[in-house]
């Protein structure tokens, strides 16, 4: 079956594109997207909610769980010299040898076997270089030796459509990590829990509301247009996730006594879907996930998504039609455009509810 990448276009002005967060994080804007006010893919007046975040505990009800990406960011942009040659690197995804995939600018100077020095300490020798631009990096620092390097000498890979003409600015490092931030490995924030604050986390727990994080280390993949009219010709860009036994054993216990799992942010959908079984039980997950959500995809774990605005013709839009109809999405993000919300990973959230 194709499908026209056309069916998730829409207009978006680009005074929408949130440049910094709001303050405090939970002040940001809440949309609900509700199912049961859907008639024929069009939605109800009803149907939509504007809400800000900090309302989450009106929302959710006691037993649901909430699972989050715990991912960290790390200062993935870097600057190599090879020779006289400068060559820039934006890390992408670490491998399971140790080895790290990563972009680079100008990558048809590069080839197997060179050496890419950033500093004094810290090299990488190539090991492959993909016909896309791609390379392989095998650096000659590891574990916590590795992450004191970056952040000696790399800096944040900010999403191309923040505009920073002057360079990073120094609230940059805190507003680009979430609160869940615990593994090293992420190029890009799982955006949807950049809205988390310890006041509402704290309200949610006196709610009843559980809570667990799961891991996804979101690659520089995650910006790359899709290129094909038919987008079911696209294919994922893989990243690594673990899912944990003692999660999995949450997730399950919350879900069998009737709590609703609620993920925040698409990567932390994707995980669980990759994890799940027919019947919607969570399994433990160590490895890599490329699995693309379009509609007509059968959801078996995750009720509730809570997720920020997405770009046009992005897979994510696509998931997030998957999720809760393409018709009402559309109409949703419409609503959101006509008023005033701020669009994309600094801007406002929505909390989707699943469409069957």
């Known amino acids: 079956?194709?499908?026209?990448?056309?069916?998730?276009?829409?207009?978006?002005?680009?005074?929408?594109?949130?440049?910094?967060?709001?303050?405090?994080?939970?002040?940001?804007?809440?949309?609900?997207?509700?199912?049961?006010?859907?008639?024929?893919?069009?939605?109800?007046?009803?149907?939509?909610?504007?809400?800000?975040?900090?309302?989450?505990?009106?929302?959710?009800?006691?037993?649901?769980?909430?699972?989050?990406?715990?991912?960290?960011?790390?200062p993935a942009q870097l600057t190599a010299r090879r020779g006289d040659a400068r060559i820039g690197i934006t890390l992408d995804q670490p491998q399971p040898n140790g080895t790290w995939h990563a972009l680079a600018r100008n990558a048809r100077r590069l080839h197997a076997g060179d050496t890419l020095r950033f500093d004094e300490d810290l090299s990488a020798i190539v090991t492959t270089r993909d016909p896309d631009g791609g390379v392989t990096l095998r650096f000659n620092q590891?574990?916590?030796?590795?992450?004191?390097?970056?952040?000696?000498?790399?800096?944040?890979?900010?999403?191309?459509?923040?505009h920073r003409p002057h360079g990073l600015e120094p609230s940059d490092a805190a507003d680009y990590q979430t609160i869940f931030a615990s593994h090293d490995g992420a190029v890009a924030a799982p955006t949807a829990g950049l809205h988390f604050t310890p006041a509402l986390l704290a309200a949610l727990e006196v709610l009843g509301v559980h809570r667990v994080t799961v891991t996804l280390h979101v690659g520089a993949g995650t910006f790359l247009p899709v290129r094909s009219d038919d987008v079911t010709e696209h294919r994922m860009h893989a990243e690594r996730g673990e899912i944990s036994a003692a999660a999995a054993a949450a997730i399950n216990n919350a879900r069998t006594a009737g709590g609703r799992i609620v993920a925040v942010g698409t990567t932390s959908l994707r995980l669980l879907e990759s994890a799940a079984t027919d019947d919607g039980t969570i399994e433990p997950f160590t490895g890599a996930t490329s699995l693309f959500i379009l509609p007509g995809y059968r959801f078996r774990a995750v009720d509730l998504l809570m997720t920020n605005f997405h770009l046009p013709r992005s897979t994510l839009f696509m998931l997030v039609c998957a999720f809760a109809g393409t018709g009402g999405m559309r109409a949703a993000y419409a609503h959101a455009i006509g008023r005033g919300y701020r669009f994309y990973s600094y801007g406002d959230s929505s909390l989707l509810w699943r469409h069957e």
């Open 142 to 162: 590891r574990d916590d030796a590795f992450v004191a390097a970056l952040h000696r000498t790399g800096a944040l890979a900010l999403p191309p459509y923040i």
């Open 1 to 74: 079956m194709v499908v026209s990448i056309a069916d998730f276009d829409f207009e978006l002005p680009p005074d929408r594109i949130a440049q910094t967060p709001v303050r405090p994080r939970d002040a940001a804007r809440l949309l609900c997207m509700r199912p049961t006010a859907l008639e024929d893919h069009m939605v109800r007046a009803a149907a939509l909610e504007d809400r800000m975040v900090r309302d989450l505990p009106d929302l959710l009800r006691p037993g649901d769980i909430l699972v989050a990406n715990d991912t960290r960011v790390i």
